[in-house]
């Protein structure tokens, strides 16, 4: 049997991201690196996109 090796962290990349809901752009082309270890907070009002991102 292997051994069981351990993963290396991982981070977040989004690249030229936009998110669009009926017709109105709620985040234009975005990028985004997250490194492991980092921490983000994504703040913004009721509806701009926080939760589709």
Not at 21 to 40: A, D, H, K
């Amino acid at each position: 049997m292997e051994p069981i090796r351990p993963v290396p962290p991982q981070g977040l990349l989004l690249t030229r991201v936009r998110i669009a809901l009926n017709g109105i752009e709620l985040i234009p082309e975005t990028s985004l690196t997250v490194r492991p270890g980092e921490v983000v907070t994504i703040m913004g009002p009721s509806g701009s996109g926080k939760s589709s991102l």
